[in-house]
């Protein structure tokens, strides 16, 4: 190779970093993570179901306009409403802020009791009537086993089923001990669109089951939330205490299927350092904006 | 390179190793196991320590706990083994010793422990050492629960009695769990080429997924190998424990095949958990990486 080539390579090559920096650049910060909870418990109660129930005296009045103002403070342009588990099946409060904010900036999601023969039934109903409701989750751990005790059970594939038929990304906020069941679920909805919830929740698990859970990133499809980090360390704000363990689970799935959430999006600069900023852009909101469809 | 070059090229790598001495090789390596504690039913001759951290049954003891472990590695197809040091001697090494002199120094060298807060302790470890020349570890205990050897692998009695080993060429042995790998290698970083054996995995039981990332990192010190032991301890699905292959095989990557260390169970795990890995990578993890550690021609 001569001179030339090599230079005009390297100018090539600048010109794909200078694009691609400025392909960084306009991606949308997006976050998956924030419950929506409202003082008013009147217009929204909690679900007699609900697996707990928080102080609403302790709740603010209009939950929507304090994440605003944390989305603006950190500087995160687009978001999902987490629906919380103590409102059960109502989806009131997360419809209530779909409806008061625009479609480019917010979308939600759903949870269902999976036991309930009617759960798929109203997911349709409600993913029809709000198309902005874009996901549903499972709730599977080690101390959180009130839904259902298996992934094989016929209530949650028909569930999961209905998800998958309504174009749904299925949530999963699941413990290690139940990642290998998970992944059974997943190989038989081939192609069905998947975030693991807060690295699967490490702190409830076994190191060895862990294994499974990296074994996840063998599904194309699947993709790992990079959240709650405080519930490991203490740190804050950018935990690089944990930087052995993430960086791993980062290698795993790749920054193609990393997800950024929770805190401030600066996590995602410190546990990907080494990594290209379009790289980064992906796991900030990238592969979320792609993942959701989301122009 | 060209056809016949390549060609050429790969004849050799077929006649040198690929199919011809590697093979050979890894059927000539020993066996070798670093993990079987030595407990003699009689009390009177080998006392438990009055410091010791527990104290089992002794009834349930071997009168010749040497004579059953041979038995167990002619079953086992075990070449050569360490006889570890057990706690409820504490530092009392007298039957240790006694095992080694009842067996020939081609079968079996032995381990020792010392209390680290025990100021004397450094200079014991070097005048058994110099005595018995086959004892070639001494071991730290630090984990959940057992945390009364020791406050911290920075702690000027640790760093003591780790440099007496170091300066009598011993391996170091860390029974320790995940929460104490960040300490412990700052340690292992304090001495340059010190040679470290972590123990059952480093106890994947008493930590955490995060904590068990800093015991990968371990890894990347160049002296340090690890036990793929107490598989039984988190898994029930023995002889082989398939179901922690997702665990294990990441465990194994990240050390490589250079440093692992196979104990515990049948030597054949090493076969199920090294599955895709060459005969002669499995013929160092079940003993030729303890052979060349220990320099035990």
Not at chain 1, 1 to 23: E, I, K, N, P
Request: proline content about 7%; glycine content about 8%; some cysteine.
């Amino acid at each position: 190779m001569d001179r030339r080539h090599v230079l005009g390579l390297m100018g090539a090559g600048a010109a794909s970093l200078a694009a691609s920096a400025a392909h960084a650049a306009t991606t949308p910060v997006i976050e998956w993570n924030q419950h929506m909870f409202s003082r008013d418990v009147a217009r929204f109660p909690f679900s007699p179901r609900g697996t707990y129930k928080p102080d609403a005296s302790r709740l603010s009045a209009d939950p929507l306009v304090d994440y605003q103002a944390h989305l603006k403070a950190f500087g995160i342009d687009r978001a999902l409403f987490v629906h919380p588990e103590p409102y059960g099946d109502d989806h009131a409060l997360v419809l209530d802020c779909l409806a008061r904010t625009s479609p480019s900036q917010f979308k939600a999601t759903s949870m269902f009791f999976p036991k309930d023969d009617d759960a798929p039934a109203k997911l349709e109903a409600l993913v029809k009537q709000h198309p902005r409701i874009c996901s549903t989750r499972f709730h599977l751990h080690r101390g959180n086993t009130h839904y259902f005790a298996s992934f094989a059970e016929p209530g949650v594939r028909a569930l999961w089923k209905k998800a998958v038929d309504l174009n749904l990304v299925v949530e999963l906020d699941l413990g290690p001990n139940y990642a290998r069941d998970a992944g059974n679920a997943i190989a038989a909805f081939p192609g069905c669109k998947v975030l693991i919830d807060h690295m699967c929740n490490p702190k409830q698990g076994m190191i060895w089951e862990y294994g499974d859970v990296l074994d996840l990133a063998k599904y194309p499809s699947v993709y790992m939330k990079m959240s709650v980090l405080g519930s490991m360390a203490n740190d804050k704000p950018g935990y690089e205490s944990l930087l052995p363990f993430t960086r791993r689970v980062i290698k795993e799935f790749g920054p193609d299927r990393m997800v950024w959430s929770g805190d401030s999006p600066h996590i995602a600069d410190v546990h990907m350092k080494g990594y290209s900023a379009a790289d980064i852009a992906k796991v900030k909101g990238g592969n979320l904006q792609k993942l959701l469809d989301w122009a | 390179m060209d056809r016949r070059h390549a060609l050429s090229f790969m004849g050799g790598l077929v006649g040198a190793g690929v199919a011809g001495l590697a093979p050979a090789r890894a059927a000539t390596t020993p066996v070798i196991e670093w993990n079987q504690h030595m407990f003699s039913a009689n009390t009177a001759k080998f006392p438990f320590h009055p410091q010791a951290v527990y104290k089992p049954d002794a009834s349930s003891f071997q009168a010749d706990p040497l004579a059953a472990y041979e038995k167990h590695m002619k079953e086992a197809g075990i070449d050569r083994g360490m006889l570890v040091q057990p706690e409820p001697y504490g530092d009392d090494h007298r039957l240790v010793l006694d095992c080694l002199r009842r067996s020939p120094p081609a079968k079996f060298k032995g381990t020792s422990l010392f209390y680290p807060k025990n100021p004397d302790s450094p200079k014991k470890l070097v005048a058994l050492v110099k005595s018995e020349p086959r004892i070639v570890s001494t071991r730290f205990h630090a984990h959940r629960g057992k945390e009364m050897y020791l406050e911290s692998f920075a702690a000027p009695y640790v760093r003591a009695l780790w440099k007496a080993a170091v300066d009598s060429g011993l391996i170091i042995e860390l029974h320790i769990g995940p929460n104490y790998a960040l300490q412990a290698a700052a340690a292992i970083r304090a001495f340059p080429g010190c040679k470290v054996l972590i123990d059952h995995m480093c106890e994947p039981k008493l930590g955490t997924p995060y904590e068990y990332a800093n015991v990968l990192d371990l890894a990347k010190l160049p002296n340090v190998y690890m036990k793929i032991s107490g598989m039984d301890y988190i898994a029930n699905d023995g002889p082989d424990y398939r179901s922690i292959l997702p665990f294990t095989s990441r465990l194994i990557k990240e050390y490589g095949p250079d440093r692992i260390v196979w104990s515990g169970g049948v030597p054949r795990i090493a076969d199920v958990h090294m599955k895709g890995y060459s005969a002669a990578d499995i013929a160092k993890v079940k003993g030729g990486n303890l052979q060349k550690l220990l320099n035990w021609s």
